[in-house]
């Protein structure tokens, strides 16, 4: 399948505004076109086309585009001044996906930059003297769990970072995003996602957690980032991630959210818009594709046949979205063909990327021997199912489907924090792979 | 900014003498170090030594409104200045006309519409203290679906001063979604508003409301949403005759524009909600297959599917799963072709029904 080689003029495939037009049709026509121009030279309609091999992930200017803010960074990233754990993380994980070996000079700045950050009550901060903040505190955990040494594991005060996320627990089972901060489902992930990492989740901080994200799923399928607000993919992806950490997928309505999510994927353009009549967005390729492995569980669980569902999307179209679309030529990767390039959309389109390359499957045969949060560490790569779309050297690591952070340094996180009990699942799990 | 009178910066002045900015300890060496301009690193260092020392005054919270201005996704900055705004008892009034301002700078900032929130939720609270049903709220639970009263119960004057309250604010947050009739924020504050006044006669407008923006725009799937959220929570809940009006209303959207998925998502979700089978559709979509353009829309044969899909396993007849599966094969292979995958799993669930000998 794919988007660029099919049948019919890519026309065809574009939206059919039924001879009514309004600002929503308006603005999609136009970004397709703008599309159909970043695909033209590997579609039938040009003259003499390139063969989809020829689409390559320039992982060299990449990974330039993304070391070039670690010395010193422009005055416009003033506007994320509050969010340096956000950008410690999407260039750290956007080094770790392209393979990129991060040196010990840029090890030690990252553990020196979060240590400052960290809030003597808890939790990290968007910048040094800021107060805590869930969203902050999931990047930096993250962050750190990249470098994945003793000393970045140390940093974190795991019995401070207990209490502030206590402290931002309501009793709805929902999570403010501060303390005197909004509630929304963003809250639920990055709090849950911290605290599984770290090993720190108990019974108070779990309680009514799915109950209050049910509520948020709305008619269409999808979840909104609060009851009764529009279904949207980040709040999704949220959602269900943290529904997944919790062990409670089985709350959603399963027929309409896989309807929904399946909905997202972009007829001409092959990548996902984030909801209904919104424009296609490189960043997601993960957040509506990151979807797609947890709702493969969910669906396996209710009795189907992975072989069958092959993740419901096609993987084709996303990567040739997000290689023809999405590549600035001098490094970086971006939402459109009309936007810029920023740290964000390229660990996002990577992270997305990554995640249709390696399809991920849970070894439901072990959740048994890997009880609460142990149950990551089941995440392995279906191998036959692999799928590299364009150069075989466009294939980026592997992340993970619910933390996205690489696999191995989920293990490595997983072994320091919990032990033995750790150790055992993936002995286990490695038995398991090969055995297969 | 409207605060500054002069060109002198705020540092310069007398009343700061006696502060000691306090540097930014990022450590040494840190990953991506900003250059900041001047005025910024000036002015956050005095910022850090107003926070450090929590100082609770006027020049603080000017202080607050400079940084913010400078930078508004700068959450640790507003929580402060929500507390000073409480020490100091200030006019709320003269917050909202702020933010009003600060909205159509950044209309896409969690900050300022969470702050919103929190200044018309003390506003809120402050209106009859006694009759007020949350007030044990502190901020950090400001946004939550319960209402602050029970409409009917407030006298005529108080019930006056509430509408007054909510219509300038639902006019507030019409004016930010002109700009952009999808802002998730303003819509968002839109849900809150509605409900934490409870049940008040603005329910019945914001319908009138959602139909006005489809009016310009039927493919505003925010619209849609709060429509639904509008007759699913206003006026005590979804009614029949409700369930009997939407679905009208939103076929007749359907004729318009068949291949738009909002009135189609928006159908089938107030079906179910009402209790009804999809099947009730099922004369409206066949017809739809006669109409030139609308036969190839997906959302026609989709909706079939899900139809044809009951009656197979109401029926169990292999001539009711076939029909399904024709509908299953025309989105998987003309009609809907991306979604393959989707259509085809689709398909082999038909499979599963167990036909009666």
Same mark, same amino acid.
């Given at each position: 399948?794919?988007?660029?080689?099919r049948e019919?003029?890519?026309?065809?495939?574009?939206y059919?505004?039924?001879?009514?037009v309004?600002?929503?049709?308006?603005?999609?026509?136009?970004?397709?076109?703008?599309?159909?121009?970043?695909?033209?030279?590997?579609?039938?309609?040009?003259? *003499?086309?390139?063969?989809?091999?020829?689409?390559?992930?320039?992982?060299?200017?990449?990974? %330039?585009?993304v070391?070039g803010?670690i010395?010193?960074?422009?005055?416009?990233?003033?506007a994320?001044?509050?969010?340096?754990?956000?950008?410690c993380?999407?260039?750290?994980?956007?080094?770790?996906?392209?393979?990129?070996?991060?040196?010990?000079?840029i090890?030690?700045?990252?553990?020196?930059?979060?240590?400052h950050?960290?809030?003597?009550?808890?939790?990290?901060?968007?910048?040094?003297?800021?107060?805590?903040?869930? =969203?902050?505190?999931?990047? =930096?955990?993250?962050?750190?769990a990249?470098?994945?040494?003793k000393?970045?594991?140390d940093?974190?005060?795991?019995?401070t970072l207990?209490?502030?996320?206590?402290?931002?627990k309501?009793k709805?089972?929902?999570?403010?995003? *501060?303390?005197?901060?909004?509630?929304?489902v963003?809250?639920s992930y @990055? =709090?849950l996602?911290?605290?599984?990492i770290?090993n720190?989740?108990?019974?108070?901080?779990?309680?009514?957690?799915?109950e209050?994200?049910?509520r @948020?799923q709305?008619y269409e399928?999808?979840i909104?980032?609060?009851?009764?607000?529009?279904?949207?993919?980040?709040y999704?992806?949220?959602?269900?991630?943290?529904?997944?950490l919790?062990?409670?997928?089985d709350?959603?309505?399963?027929?309409?959210?896989?309807?929904?999510?399946?909905s997202?994927?972009?007829?001409?353009?092959?990548?996902?818009?984030?909801?209904?009549? %919104?424009?296609?967005?490189?960043?997601y390729?993960?957040?509506?594709?990151?979807?797609?492995?947890?709702?493969?569980?969910m669906?396996?669980?209710?009795?189907?046949?992975?072989?069958?569902?092959d993740?419901?999307?096609?993987r084709?179209?996303?990567?040739?979205?997000?290689?023809?679309? @999405?590549?600035s030529?001098?490094?970086?990767?971006?939402?459109?063909?009309?936007?810029?390039?920023?740290?964000?959309?390229?660990?996002? @389109?990577l992270?997305?990327?990554?995640?249709?390359?390696?399809? *991920?499957?849970?070894?439901?045969e072990?959740?048994d021997i890997?009880?609460?949060?142990?149950?990551?560490l089941?995440w392995?790569?279906?191998y036959?199912k692999?799928?590299?779309?364009?150069?075989?050297?466009?294939?980026?690591?592997?992340t993970?489907?619910?933390?996205?952070?690489?696999v191995?340094k989920?293990?490595?996180?997983?072994?320091h924090?919990?032990?033995?009990?750790?150790?055992?699942?993936?002995e286990?799990?490695?038995?398991?792979i090969?055995?297969? | 900014?409207?605060?500054?009178?002069d060109?002198?910066?705020?540092?310069?002045?007398?009343?700061?003498?006696?502060v000691?900015p306090?540097?930014?300890?990022?450590?040494?060496?840190?990953?991506?170090?900003?250059?900041?301009?001047?005025?910024?690193?000036?002015?956050?260092?005095?910022?850090?030594?107003?926070?450090?020392?929590?100082?609770?005054?006027?020049?603080a919270l000017?202080?607050?409104?400079?940084?913010?201005? !400078?930078?508004?996704?700068?959450?640790?900055? &507003?929580?402060y200045?929500?507390?000073?705004?409480?020490?100091?008892n200030?006019?709320?009034?003269?917050?909202?006309?702020?933010?009003?301002?600060?909205v159509?700078?950044?209309?896409?900032s969690?900050q300022?519409?969470?702050?919103?929130?929190?200044?018309?939720?003390?506003?809120?609270?402050?209106?009859?203290?006694?009759?007020?049903?949350?007030?044990?709220?502190?901020?950090?639970?400001a946004?939550?679906a319960?209402?602050?009263?029970?409409?009917? $119960?407030?006298?005529?004057?108080?019930?006056?001063?509430?509408?007054d309250?909510?219509?300038?604010?639902?006019?507030?947050?019409?004016?930010?979604?002109?700009?952009?009739?999808?802002?998730?924020?303003?819509?968002?504050y839109?849900?809150?508003?509605l409900?934490?006044?409870?049940?008040?006669? &603005?329910w019945?407008?914001?319908?009138?409301y959602?139909?006005?923006?489809?009016?310009?725009?039927?493919?505003?799937?925010?619209a849609?949403n709060?429509?639904?959220f509008v007759?699913?929570?206003g006026?005590?809940?979804?009614t029949?005759?409700?369930?009997?009006?939407e679905?009208?209303?939103?076929?007749s959207?359907?004729?318009?524009?068949?291949?738009?998925e909002?009135?189609?998502?928006?159908?089938?979700?107030?079906?179910?909600?009402?209790?009804?089978?999809?099947?009730?559709?099922?004369?409206?979509?066949?017809? !739809?297959?006669?109409?030139?353009?609308?036969?190839?829309?997906?959302?026609v044969?989709?909706?079939?599917? $899900?139809?044809?899909?009951?009656?197979?396993k109401?029926?169990?007849?292999?001539?009711?799963?076939?029909?399904?599966?024709?509908e299953?094969?025309?989105?998987?292979?003309?009609?809907d072709?991306?979604?393959?995958?989707? &259509?085809? &799993?689709?398909?082999?669930?038909?499979?599963?029904? $167990?036909v009666?000998?």
């Amino acid at each position: 399948m794919g988007v660029l080689n099919r049948e019919e003029d890519l026309k065809t495939y574009g939206y059919n505004d039924d001879g009514i037009v309004t600002d929503s049709s308006e603005d999609q026509l136009k970004t397709e076109e703008s599309i159909r121009r970043a695909f033209f030279p590997y579609t039938q309609e040009s003259p *003499m086309p390139l063969p989809i091999a020829r689409l390559e992930l320039r992982k060299l200017r990449h990974v %330039k585009y993304v070391l070039g803010v670690i010395d010193k960074a422009g005055t416009h990233l003033t506007a994320l001044d509050a969010s340096k754990p956000w950008l410690c993380y999407w260039i750290l994980h956007a080094l770790d996906l392209l393979g990129y070996r991060i040196p010990e000079r840029i090890a030690v700045r990252v553990i020196s930059t979060l240590q400052h950050i960290q809030s003597p009550t808890g939790g990290f901060g968007g910048g040094p003297g800021q107060q805590a903040h869930v =969203a902050t505190t999931y990047a =930096a955990v993250n962050a750190l769990a990249i470098i994945g040494t003793k000393e970045a594991y140390d940093v974190i005060n795991r019995e401070t970072l207990k209490d502030f996320l206590m402290s931002v627990k309501q009793k709805d089972g929902s999570f403010t995003m *501060m303390v005197g901060g909004e509630v929304d489902v963003r809250g639920s992930y @990055c =709090a849950l996602s911290a605290a599984t990492i770290t090993n720190i989740v108990t019974p108070e901080l779990t309680a009514n957690a799915a109950e209050f994200i049910a509520r @948020c799923q709305t008619y269409e399928g999808g979840i909104g980032g609060f009851p009764g607000v529009e279904a949207h993919a980040g709040y999704t992806f949220c959602g269900l991630a943290a529904l997944e950490l919790l062990g409670r997928t089985d709350i959603l309505d399963l027929d309409t959210f896989t309807k929904w999510s399946a909905s997202r994927q972009m007829s001409m353009e092959g990548g996902f818009q984030g909801r209904t009549n %919104k424009l296609v967005d490189g960043c997601y390729a993960f957040w509506t594709g990151g979807i797609f492995p947890i709702l493969g569980k969910m669906l396996e669980t209710a009795g189907q046949d992975q072989e069958v569902l092959d993740f419901v999307y096609d993987r084709d179209g996303l990567q040739e979205y997000l290689l023809a679309a @999405c590549q600035s030529k001098t490094g970086g990767l971006r939402d459109k063909p009309s936007k810029s390039v920023d740290h964000y959309h390229t660990c996002y @389109c990577l992270s997305g990327l990554s995640l249709s390359q390696h399809q *991920m499957s849970f070894r439901h045969e072990l959740k048994d021997i890997a009880p609460g949060g142990l149950s990551a560490l089941l995440w392995t790569e279906n191998y036959d199912k692999r799928k590299v779309v364009g150069s075989p050297s466009n294939v980026l690591e592997i992340t993970h489907p619910v933390l996205n952070i690489r696999v191995d340094k989920v293990r490595k996180a997983f072994l320091h924090y919990y032990g033995k009990a750790a150790e055992d699942v993936i002995e286990e799990v490695d038995i398991e792979i090969i055995r297969c | 900014m409207a605060e500054q009178k002069d060109d002198v910066p705020f540092y310069q002045k007398p009343e700061w003498a006696d502060v000691v900015p306090i540097p930014q300890d990022d450590g040494p060496n840190p990953l991506v170090p900003i250059a900041y301009t001047q005025e910024y690193s000036t002015t956050m260092g005095y910022f850090r030594a107003m926070c450090r020392a929590q100082e609770k005054s006027e020049r603080a919270l000017d202080l607050t409104k400079i940084v913010i201005e !400078l930078i508004p996704s700068h959450f640790t900055v &507003w929580y402060y200045r929500q507390q000073l705004l409480k020490e100091l008892n200030k006019d709320l009034k003269t917050e909202l006309e702020w933010i009003e301002w600060m909205v159509e700078e950044h209309p896409k900032s969690y900050q300022i519409w969470h702050h919103r929130q929190v200044i018309v939720g003390r506003i809120a609270q402050s209106l009859f203290p006694s009759t007020t049903t949350t007030s044990s709220s502190t901020p950090s639970t400001a946004q939550s679906a319960e209402a602050a009263f029970v409409f009917d $119960d407030l006298s005529e004057s108080q019930k006056t001063t509430v509408q007054d309250l909510v219509k300038s604010e639902l006019e507030f947050i019409a004016e930010a979604l002109k700009d952009d009739t999808k802002n998730y924020h303003a819509w968002s504050y839109r849900q809150w508003v509605l409900a934490h006044f409870g049940q008040g006669p &603005w329910w019945t407008g914001e319908l009138a409301y959602t139909e006005e923006l489809l009016e310009k725009d039927m493919r505003n799937n925010s619209a849609w949403n709060q429509r639904y959220f509008v007759v699913t929570n206003g006026f005590g809940g979804l009614t029949e005759e409700d369930v009997q009006r939407e679905v009208q209303f939103a076929k007749s959207r359907i004729e318009k524009t068949p291949s738009n998925e909002s009135p189609w998502v928006y159908l089938t979700g107030i079906l179910r909600k009402g209790n009804h089978s999809v099947t009730e559709i099922k004369e409206f979509c066949e017809g !739809l297959l006669s109409v030139p353009r609308a036969n190839f829309s997906p959302f026609v044969h989709a909706t079939l599917l $899900d139809i044809y899909e009951v009656e197979a396993k109401e029926q169990r007849s292999a001539a009711s799963v076939e029909k399904a599966k024709e509908e299953a094969i025309m989105l998987a292979e003309k009609v809907d072709s991306i979604r393959s995958k989707y &259509w085809n &799993w689709r398909k082999t669930q038909l499979l599963k029904i $167990d036909v009666a000998a």
